[in-house]
């Protein structure tokens, strides 16, 4: 198992930068693939960001290609979500969620809330 804790949510004016970081416990965070998802009130949860094993691949949800970023870095079982440009339609709780290869994301962190101002 894999546990989960994401942090540097914040309040940001239109326009502006966060970077989001997911710290996972255990020895096997190499062996996960990551993603990023979110959830505005009242919205269902919506992917944003997959990256496979080595961080040699990387998926992004159409809104928010271009603008953010995802990576991860093994060697401090961390990965982070990079977002530019931000816009007030960004505004979630965004999750951190590990999958093994070829199935679905099963563990999820308890979120970190994202509010972009106009």
């Known amino acids: 198992q894999v546990q989960l804790v994401e942090s540097g949510g914040g309040l940001v004016q239109a326009g502006g930068s966060l970077r989001l970081s997911c710290a996972a416990s255990g020895r096997t965070f190499s062996s996960y693939s990551m993603g990023w998802f979110r959830q505005a009130p009242g919205k269902e949860r919506e992917f944003v960001a997959r990256i496979n094993l080595t961080g040699g691949r990387t998926y992004y949800a159409d809104s928010v290609k271009g603008r953010f970023t995802i990576s991860r870095d093994n060697a401090k079982n961390t990965v982070y979500l990079q977002m530019n440009s931000l816009k007030p339609d960004d505004t979630a709780l965004y999750y951190c969620?590990?999958?093994?290869?070829?199935?679905?994301?099963?563990?999820w962190g308890q979120g970190t809330q994202v509010t972009v101002s106009s």
């Open positions: 969620a590990a999958a093994v290869p070829t199935t679905a994301f099963d563990y």
